[in-house]
């Protein structure tokens, strides 16, 4: 096991300053103090070569989770080991096995152009001539920004830069890699080039941590999903798991030769239970909701086709963004 986190627990305390003359007169002989509670006893093991993605809705967690995971902030209580390492306890030593990207934050120096800053980084990691040479021609070709090499970072485009702060994140070789939003703002072909790169890297075993917003990036990258809501993990499972979270249920586009599952006064009478009328595009075209646990697919299929005579089908998962909802709402 490479990282393994038990009873994570991170409470920020506040203090409560007020809003009116008075108020803050008062804060100065007595505050209020509030207590956030945003990681609540957090157990969780990830393996070498685990491509991992945390998701969340704003405030979960993730950003506090990721901050501990890097050695950038220590818990209030509970332990982690990465590598055999606690990150903030051991920085020099843990910092050279990991790396990080993130999305809103560059590592590359502004002013001057990408190669200069990653001769800073084989510096600061200490390697050797060579095996920078071969890693860095690699990188570049892999990413295909040669051309940029010599330009100065500020003049680099969006896709451009954070190519390069890939380079820069991977130059020591890490074996563990904490991305936080490493798509944000990129156009799909930029983020096709990222994600290809992400996933070539963890095929030779390098062991990605991914914190996103982008549920493109979790069903193209993720083998296993973590969704943290009010600092506690409420899914750990695959993607197509994630999918089955609410029971097995497709949607069907059903295009019909006659009215389908019309109106009548008591309501949608035709409908038989475990299906649900999503949306109607036409008196003839339906969008439906099928619970397969309840009435199978292929029993529907043949209902709609002889009661009205079905001209076409399209049945799909429920879309993704469905089950993250629902499971951002729970309380
Ligand atoms: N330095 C801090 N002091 C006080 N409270 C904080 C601090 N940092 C974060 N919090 C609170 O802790 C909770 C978790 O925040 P965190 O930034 O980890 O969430 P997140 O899941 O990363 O959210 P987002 O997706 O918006 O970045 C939030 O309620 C936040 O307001």
């Given at each position: 096991?490479q990282i393994d986190i038990q009873g994570l627990t991170k409470t920020y305390t506040?203090?409560?300053?007020?809003?009116?003359?008075?108020?803050?007169?008062?804060?100065?002989?007595?505050?209020?103090?509030?207590?956030?509670?945003a990681l609540k006893g957090i157990d969780l093991s990830i393996?070498?070569?685990?491509?991992?993605?945390f998701?969340?809705?704003?405030?979960?967690g993730k950003s506090t989770m990721l901050k501990i995971l890097t050695g950038v902030l220590y818990p209030t209580a509970g332990s982690v080991s990465v590598m055999g390492v606690c990150p903030w306890k051991d920085r020099k030593k843990y910092v050279a096995g990991i790396g990080a990207?993130f999305?809103?934050?560059?590592?590359?120096?502004?002013?001057?152009?990408?190669?200069?800053?990653?001769?800073?980084?084989?510096?600061?990691?200490?390697?050797?001539?060579?095996?920078?040479?071969?890693?860095?021609?690699?990188?570049?070709?892999?990413?295909?920004?040669?051309?940029?090499?010599?330009?100065?970072?500020?003049?680099?485009?969006?896709?451009?830069?954070?190519?390069?702060?890939?380079?820069?994140?991977?130059?020591?070789?890490p074996r563990i890699v904490f991305?936080d939003?490493?798509?944000?703002?990129?156009?799909?072909?930029?983020?096709?080039?990222?994600?290809?790169?992400?996933?070539?890297?963890?095929?030779?075993?390098?062991?990605?941590i991914?914190t996103?917003?982008?549920?493109?990036?979790?069903?193209?990258?993720?083998?296993?999903?973590?969704?943290?809501?009010?600092g506690?993990?409420?899914?750990?499972?695959?993607?197509?798991?994630?999918?089955?979270?609410?029971?097995?249920?497709?949607?069907?586009?059903?295009?019909?030769?006659?009215?389908?599952?019309?109106?009548?006064?008591?309501?949608?009478?035709?409908?038989?239970?475990?299906?649900?009328?999503?949306?109607?595009?036409?008196?003839?075209?339906?969008?439906?909701?099928?619970?397969?646990?309840?009435?199978?697919?292929?029993?529907?299929?043949?209902?709609?086709?002889?009661?009205?005579?079905?001209?076409?089908?399209?049945?799909?998962?429920?879309?993704?963004?469905?089950?993250?909802?629902?499971?951002?709402?729970?309380?």
């Open positions: 096991m506040t203090w409560n300053r007020g809003s009116t003359f008075s108020e803050v007169l008062k804060s100065l002989v007595r505050r209020e103090k509030t207590d956030v509670h393996d070498s070569g685990e491509l991992v993605g998701l969340g809705p704003n405030g979960a990207v999305g809103q934050k560059s590592q590359l120096v502004w002013d001057i152009p990408p190669a200069d800053s990653f001769m800073m980084n084989q510096a600061i990691y200490r390697i050797p001539d060579a095996r920078f040479r071969r890693t860095m021609d690699r990188l570049v070709d892999m990413l295909s920004v040669r051309d940029q090499m010599k330009q100065p970072t500020r003049n680099l485009s969006l896709g451009e830069r954070m190519k390069c702060e890939f380079i820069m994140a991977m130059l020591h070789e991305l939003e490493p798509t944000i703002g990129l156009d799909v072909i930029a983020k096709d080039k990222i994600r290809a790169f992400i996933q070539e890297m963890n095929r030779d075993g390098v062991t990605f991914l996103t917003h982008d549920l493109d990036d979790v069903e193209r990258l993720a083998q296993r999903v973590i969704v943290i809501n009010h506690s993990i409420v899914f750990d499972d695959g993607i197509s798991a994630l999918r089955q979270h609410f029971g097995a249920k497709k949607i069907i586009t059903a295009s019909c030769a006659a009215p389908c599952f019309v109106s009548t006064e008591d309501g949608v009478s035709a409908l038989p239970s475990g299906v649900s009328l999503l949306s109607r595009l036409s008196e003839s075209d339906v969008v439906l909701e099928c619970d397969t646990s309840v009435m199978d697919l292929p029993s529907l299929i043949r209902l709609v086709s002889e009661t009205f005579g079905l001209r076409d089908l399209v049945v799909e998962d429920i879309p993704i963004e469905t089950v993250i909802k629902e499971l951002y709402a729970k309380e």
